[in-house]
């Protein structure tokens, strides 16, 4: 069984980016790669440090987690990777 995560990466402007994969080691060398394969968004705000990743069963959970926390505050996003206390 193949094993999701959503994750949350720390971009060098201090902007976060939401995101979800399969290998989360090779996405974020991704992020901070020169190749095409990391995100749009992270590609001019390198390097990416990961802060946050939670695991999941299912591609659909993954994904649905990463809609999810995207439609969060960035406060809201800061305490729940532990940065701000509520």
């Known amino acids: 069984m193949e094993t999701y995560f959503t994750y949350i990466a ?3 402007d201090g902007t976060l980016y939401t995101g979800w ?4 080691v090779r996405r974020i060398a991704a992020h ?4 095409a394969a990391g995100a749009k968004y992270t590609k001019t ?5 990961l ?3 939670e695991r999941h069963t299912s591609k659909s959970e993954a994904m649905s987690r990463e809609w ?7 406060k809201e996003k800061l305490r729940l990777i532990g940065w701000e206390k509520e």
Do not use: D, M, Q, Y
Request: proline letters at 4%; hydrophobic letters at 30%; a positive charge.
């Open 10 to 12: 720390r971009c060098a």
């Open 21 to 24: 994969t399969t290998n989360l």
């Open 32 to 35: 901070n790669g020169s190749g």
């Open 45 to 49: 705000r390198r390097p990416v440090t």
């Open 51 to 53: 802060v946050f990743a």
């Open 68 to 74: 999810h926390i995207k439609r969060l505050s960035r």
